[in-house]
């Protein structure tokens, strides 16, 4: 079993930038492909970035949002710049046997960190 726990969130200006983190816990953390998924209001869940040994970044933040990760501090991470006020959302961190988009392959998720971009 995979605990995940997301950090980094918080309130930015349009154009501004901010690094999410995801802490997971476990020995066996470095064979999960994870993935960044974020949640507005009134919206489905939406894929934002994965990554095992290779990325996917979504096509609508490619170019703005990177994914990183450091397995021996157990911790993905989501850099995120040239912020949009269409950027807020929750973001959620999850883990999954394979690195892919499909939120329903993703079996552990974090609680979730909130980012709000005032324009």
């Known amino acids: 079993q995979v605990q995940l726990v997301e950090s980094g969130g918080g309130l930015v200006q349009a154009g501004g930038s901010l690094r999410l983190s995801c802490a997971g816990s476990g020995r066996t953390f470095s064979s999960y492909a994870m993935g960044w998924f974020r949640q507005a209001p009134g919206k489905e869940r939406e894929f934002v970035a994965a990554?095992?040994?290779?990325?996917l970044h979504a096509d609508s933040m490619k170019g703005r949002f990177t994914i990183s990760r450091d397995n021996a501090k157990n911790t993905v991470y989501l850099q995120m710049n040239s912020l949009k006020p269409e950027d807020t959302a929750v973001y959620y961190c999850?883990?999954?046997?394979?690195?892919?988009?499909?939120?329903?392959?993703?079996?552990?998720w974090g609680q979730g960190t909130q980012v709000t971009v005032s324009s």
């Open positions: 990554i095992r040994s290779n990325t």
């Open positions: 999850a883990a999954s046997l394979e690195l892919t988009t499909n939120r329903g392959r993703y079996d552990y």
